[in-house]
Every structure is written in C-alpha cells, then in structure tokens.
C-alpha cells in the first residue's frame, strides 16, 4: 500500500506562477479593505465591486500556467497517494495533474446561487449583476468569505487523520480553521515546512525546509526518497 502525502498548501505555491498573494503587508487585499471585497456584509452593501475584484482574479488566473512545485506534487502520485488540501482558490494544481484535491475556501473558477449553496456552476468569465441560476437568482463567486462557514473542513480533518507524511506548504498556518489542520494528523506524523522564511526551525519530527516553493519541493522529494 502507498504510504499517504497529506499536502497542506496555500498562496506561495501559486506565487512563482504570478498569482498574487491576495493580502499586502498593510492588510489590504489589491488595495481594497479585506471586509469590502471578502465578507457577505461587502457583498450585500456593493456587488459591482466585489463582483469586479473577483473577476480580476479570475482573469488574472487564466492567464498563468502552473510552476514546478504544482507539477513535481502531481508527480508523487507515481509513488505515493496524495491528497491535497489547499486555501488556494485557483486551479493550478489540478490543470498540473493533481488528481485529489480539496479547495478549503472554493474555486474562482466556480459561481454559485446567492440562496442556494448547493447550486454551483463552472465558469470561466466575469459575472455581472443580473447574472442568475435557473430559479432567478443572482450568481456570487464560489468562494468562501470571512465570517462563512467553510464547508470542506470536516472532510479535510478526515483525510488529515490518515496522514503517514504531512507537507505545509506556501503557507504560514495562521488562517483558521486552515491552520489547525496539522494538529489531526496522527501524532508523531514526519512533517515537513516548506518557507522561504519560516517562523520555526527544525525539530523532533518536524523538518523545515527554508526555500521557495519550487526548490523546496525538490528538497522534499529527495528527503522522502533517500
């Protein structure tokens, strides 16, 4: 049996392709306030706006090709089962090859009902005010906003409970319920950190790895295999 890879990944695995981390060191996300662009309340006061700041994103993403590190995580399927559990809401490591992967906080490249959750829909364009599902509702963006529920949490402790390797990856693990992901794996699991500045060092069977997404990954697949 395949030993199994739970990857915890997040924006600086998508950095290398251009993607930008959403978030300035000042708080503000492409120079809009966090609770104007990414919360129900925004979205209720301006639609246009967070409806334009999500279709930017969307666009932006179109335009990228996946980096190294997304194809060198798809490759380990090769070797072992591996499971992705990424706060990214592109699709870089699905177009890479990724064959199991659970979007913690949506997909840019999803809209859904503003009344009913359920009804999601793919879709790769920018949505506009009067854009609705089949019952005449406005279309949103699929992405989970601060104050929302995050749906997918429960099947990602679930798969985190069945980790033999954990990888943390262009993530710093402060964004929860993301970060208290790593806590369900099984104790003693060999972990590895992936952070061109992490904010820990190595120890007992924590081992970090202080490099880009790209070059870490390639650290991280001779360390599995030596």
Request: proline share 4%; aromatic share 6%.
């Amino acid at each position: 049996m395949k030993k199994h890879i739970v990857v915890l990944s997040g924006a600086g695995v998508s950095a290398e392709s251009g993607i930008k981390t959403f978030r300035d060191d000042n708080g503000l996300w492409e120079g809009h306030d966090v609770m104007e662009v990414a919360t129900p309340e925004g979205f209720s006061k301006n639609p246009k706006l967070v409806l334009d700041f999500y279709n930017q994103r969307r666009r932006q993403l179109l335009s990228v090709k996946p980096n190294q590190a997304h194809f060198d995580l798809a490759q380990l399927e090769h070797q072992f089962d591996v499971s992705i559990i990424t706060q990214n809401v592109d699709d870089l490591h699905e177009r890479a090859g990724s064959s199991k992967v659970t979007h913690l906080h949506g997909e840019l490249l999803k809209a859904r009902s503003v009344v009913d959750e359920n009804d999601i829909q793919d879709c790769k364009k920018d949505i506009v005010i009067g854009d609705v599902c089949k019952k005449g509702h406005q279309m949103r963006p699929h992405i989970v906003w601060f104050g929302e529920a995050v749906p997918m949490i429960d099947h990602a402790i679930d798969i985190c409970s069945t980790a033999d390797i954990l990888l943390i990856i262009g993530t710093s693990m402060q964004v929860y319920p993301a970060a208290s992901l790593m806590h369900y794996v099984p104790e003693q699991t060999p972990t590895y950190f992936i952070d061109p500045k992490p904010a820990i060092d190595s120890h007992n069977h924590i081992t970090v790895i202080a490099k880009k997404a790209t070059e870490g990954v390639k650290v991280f697949m001779n360390l599995i295999n030596s």
